[in-house]
């Protein structure tokens, strides 16, 4: 059995802030965040879905969406094997 591939939320959400071409600190200025729990947000697979719902608003880039081709490819995996 292959083991699933588990997506990291703080890694997208960092790059996606990047690709936007936006800051940490402007990032901290719109969701009222300080600068150190945004990096403990980069660094962690794992988000809470309302701030997940925050920073998709706020970056203006749907997670959730990311979250389910994710699974889906995943579930393809899984299939094949």
Known sequence: MQMKEKIHI??????????????????????????????????????????????AEILHHDFFADCSAHFIENQSVDAKV
């Open 10 to 55: 703080g890694k997208l959400i960092q790059r996606t802030l990047k690709e936007n071409s936006h800051s940490v600190v402007w990032l901290a200025q719109q969701t009222g965040y300080n600068r150190a729990l945004l990096y403990r947000i980069f660094n962690n697979p794992d988000i809470d879905t309302e701030k997940l719902r925050k920073f």
